[in-house]
């Protein structure tokens, strides 16, 4: 194989195991495996889970709820961002949970129910508590007058999600917090009160910020292994320990010896030093490898990292073979993952690359095989 990803589905069940454990049972875990379940396989993921007892999963779009659902899950499915008027038939032929984002939209979901004779179709209401994006801005008396006045749609969830829940020096997730509790009671006190409320992904969880965790979390990266460090200020300890849950790999196409001073690759961005060897390996910007990481990179050879030399190109990458000079064309070298002591994960990458972890696993392109581990 050229380039590949290995993926442990033995970690991604330790790591929704510890989510468990550390929300101790107080909250529902619905993992979010939107994406293709940050690209470690929505189906093979999702059967994990449902093995180790999960009855909630969340996507973002009706196809991915479908997939799903063709592939035998069984678990209830929340589809978080997609209520657009053609893919609304299928949310209730394959039993799909809404995430319904206006009150046009309750009202809209009510009259289909009744069109179809289904006696009550649930549904999760967003609120938007201040991120700006998805989710109703309307009061709590407006939203009791929509919810009393449909006859099938059943609010069963009332949700919200945060803007800036790794800043611990803004008080944005307290006011979103406050915003969202506002409505939340002012429903209370109309006799309205959803089985399930839930507010946090990953970072809260992570972070304990218990007020956040409601009936229910929504964590997905930490499933996949990652909790993104506190982009700001000082948060309390991190309470949940998961462990990266993918490794991906690319083979050697071939080495070669250079002089000193050749250059290498598009725009001739690297000099040689000194006479080097270098390994071409078979995956590139088309694979998801980043861009940005021409020339500033490092990969895993032989146990020890090497450099990223000159540009990465579609296909194809260049780099330093001096410190692993055994290796030969068809051996593997690691993008991201583990070989000894060395160890390269999504978070240094984004760094490296000037973007976020979930950029980076989710770019790795559908090209690159996946294998179960
Ligand atoms: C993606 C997403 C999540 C999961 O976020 P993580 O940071 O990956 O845990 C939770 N809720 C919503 C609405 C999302 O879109």
Not at 256 to 271: F, T
Not at 272 to 298: C, E, F, K, Q, W
Not at 355 to 373: E, F, P
């Amino acid at each position: 194989m050229r380039c590949w990803i290995e993926v442990s589905l033995g970690r991604i069940a330790a790591n929704y195991d510890a989510l468990r454990e550390a929300v101790n049972g107080e909250a529902e875990v619905m993992a979010v495996v939107k994406a293709d379940a940050y690209r470690h396989g929505a189906v093979e993921v999702s059967r994990t889970l449902e093995g180790r007892g999960a009855r909630w999963l969340a996507v973002s779009s009706v196809e991915e709820g479908v997939t799903l659902r063709d592939a035998g899950i069984g678990a209830r499915i929340l589809v978080m961002a997609d209520f657009l008027p053609g893919e609304r038939e299928a949310l209730l032929a394959y039993g799909l949970t809404p995430v319904i984002h206006t009150l046009g939209d309750v009202a809209a979901w009510d009259r289909m129910a009744e069109a179809r004779g289904i006696e009550r179709a649930a549904y999760h209401l967003k609120i938007d508590s201040g991120m700006g994006r998805l989710g109703t801005r309307a009061g709590a008396q407006e939203i009791a007058a929509v919810v009393r006045a449909t006859q099938r749609a059943r609010l069963e969830g009332l949700m919200t999600h945060f803007a800036s829940a790794a800043n611990y020096e803004s008080a944005q997730t307290e006011e979103q917090i406050a915003q969202f509790e506002e409505v939340r009671r002012g429903l209370a006190d109309a006799g309205i009160v959803p089985e399930f409320v839930h507010l946090a992904s990953s970072i809260p969880v992570a972070y304990a910020r218990r007020e956040a965790w409601g009936k229910m979390v929504r964590p997905g990266h930490a499933v996949y292994g990652y909790v993104s460090p506190l982009v700001r200020g000082v948060g309390p300890a991190k309470l949940l320990k998961v462990s990266p849950a993918l490794t991906w790999k690319a083979s050697i196409v071939a080495v070669k010896d250079l002089p000193a001073g050749a250059r290498v690759g598009y725009g001739g961005m690297y000099r040689t030093p000194a006479s080097m060897r270098i390994g071409v390996l078979a995956a590139g910007y088309a694979d998801g490898i980043p861009h940005r990481l021409s020339n500033r990179g490092r990969v895993i050879a032989g146990g020890k990292y090497a450099a990223i030399l000159g540009a990465v190109s579609m296909d194809l990458t260049t780099i330093d073979l001096t410190q692993a000079p055994q290796l030969k064309p068809g051996d593997a070298v690691t993008l991201l993952g583990e070989e000894g002591d060395a160890r390269i994960d999504a978070q240094q990458i984004a760094r490296t690359a000037g973007t976020i972890s979930y950029s980076v696993l989710c770019g790795i392109s559908a090209r690159v095989k996946r294998v179960y581990v």
